[in-house]
């Protein structure tokens, strides 16, 4: 450091803009670009990114940082950090600059607000909030402020306003989104999907907590209150279903046993001007072997969810593996059966001239 001439927060920040520029050169600068349409929703897809890249792509148990973005006066960001890991914040300073340039062609300045302590679930956090100014160019007022900040504004949009003319009525609602669940402030749940409603027998429960159906798993350092979730509406949520399905369910004494409970993964959006918050899900499976275990079918998935391709085209890589490990393989099966064959030849032809030796 001393013969850089740089400190270790300068350092930290090179790192930063380092990671995104290797991000870009191996691979990943097509999902990047297609990531967001500008900065403000790029770090708001940043929890969701960290979650594939850990936990789906790479299958790790480390614990990335999170982050919550909001606008910050008249042209501004304030962006909070929470990470388990001390020290490594000015990192972030980095990533942002030079996300800015490379993805949105803008130069933006990264101050640090505070930085302090905070408890949580899982232990202590570190929380720095920073601020992130734009250019002239992308300021409040200038043509392309849109590249910084969310600019959009649905509640002035006539298509957005259409509850006096909807025609979609709860029930359709059910069956359209039929994992979905949707509570109150208190978390006392008001209406749900017609799968979990149907499955886990909910007809005859007329209070059900959030809590007494789940239980959060991601965010995992938050506690599942009604102001947290309401902070954390840019955070993909997963959550376990605490009981087994009616399909789950096993007879006295057999012994096939309920093991994998059903993971629902979505996200949350406020209703009647913050008053209710639904969370519209699907089953967290990525192969047939998931669904298997879950006793659950494909058919039980809207033909307009994702996870049905998904788990689908997982099948496909599954068995084109399979194919090419059972095709590699297969010489070397023939050399070995070939071998095994002359070697019994060997041992027969041995023991024939040891027979003739002897009546000789």
Same mark, same amino acid.
């Given at each position: ?15 930063? /803009? ?6 870009c ?21 940043l929890?969701?990114?960290h979650?594939?890249?850990?936990k ?19 042209s ?7 990470s388990?890991?001390q ?15 490379l993805?949105?062609e803008?130069?933006v300045?990264?101050?640090m ?20 100014e ?7 007022g ?15 949009s ?11 009525g ?9 994992y979905?669940?949707?509570?109150n ?5 008001e209406?749900?999907?017609?799968y979990?409603?149907?499955e ?24 599942l ?28 004494g057999?012994? /096939? ?9 979505g ?5 009647k001007d913050?008053n209710?918050i ?6 967290h ?23 049905r391709?998904?788990?689908?085209l ?35 032809n ?8 002897q009546?000789?």
């Amino acid at each position: 450091m001393l013969i850089l001439g740089l400190s270790v927060d300068d350092m930290w920040e090179m790192y930063g /803009e380092f990671l995104i520029t290797y991000a870009c050169e191996t691979g990943w600068q097509k999902m990047l670009f297609c990531m967001a349409n500008n900065l403000q929703e790029f770090l708001d897809n940043l929890n969701s990114m960290h979650y594939f890249i850990d936990k789906i792509a790479f299958k790790s148990e480390m614990k990335g940082p999170t982050f919550q973005c909001e606008p910050f006066g008249e042209s501004g960001l304030k962006l909070h950090y929470f990470s388990f890991r001390q020290g490594l914040f000015p990192i972030v300073k980095g990533l942002v600059r030079k996300t800015a340039r490379l993805l949105f062609e803008m130069d933006v300045k990264v101050s640090m607000l505070e930085r302090n302590q905070e408890r949580r679930k899982s232990g202590m956090v570190e929380h720095v909030i920073f601020s992130v100014e734009p250019d002239d160019n992308h300021r409040k007022g200038k043509r392309l402020f849109h590249k910084f900040r969310n600019t959009k504004n649905y509640d002035s949009s006539p298509a957005y306003n259409l509850t006096k003319s909807m025609l979609i009525g709860l029930r359709d609602f059910k069956n359209i989104f039929p994992y979905h669940v949707c509570f109150n402030k208190q978390m006392v749940i008001e209406h749900i999907g017609i799968y979990l409603f149907r499955e886990y027998g909910l007809e005859y429960k007329k209070t059900l907590k959030v809590s007494d159906l789940m239980q959060l798993v991601q965010p995992s350092d938050i506690q599942l209150t009604y102001k947290n979730v309401l902070s954390y509406l840019n955070t993909l949520f997963i959550f376990q279903l605490k009981h087994h399905s009616k399909r789950n369910e096993v007879q006295e004494g057999s012994s /096939e046993a309920f093991q994998q409970p059903l993971v629902l993964k979505g996200e949350m959006r406020p209703l009647k001007d913050g008053n209710s918050i639904i969370f519209i899900c699907s089953p967290h499976v990525t192969t047939v072997r998931d669904i298997l275990n879950l006793k659950l079918y494909i058919s039980d998935m809207p033909m307009h969810d994702a996870t049905r391709d998904l788990v689908m085209l997982n099948q496909s890589r599954i068995c084109q593996m399979e194919l090419k490990y059972t095709a590699d393989i297969q010489p070397f099966i023939k050399v070995k059966v070939q071998m095994g064959k002359s070697t019994i030849t060997v041992i027969e032809n041995h023991q024939n001239q040891r027979k003739l030796g002897q009546s000789k």
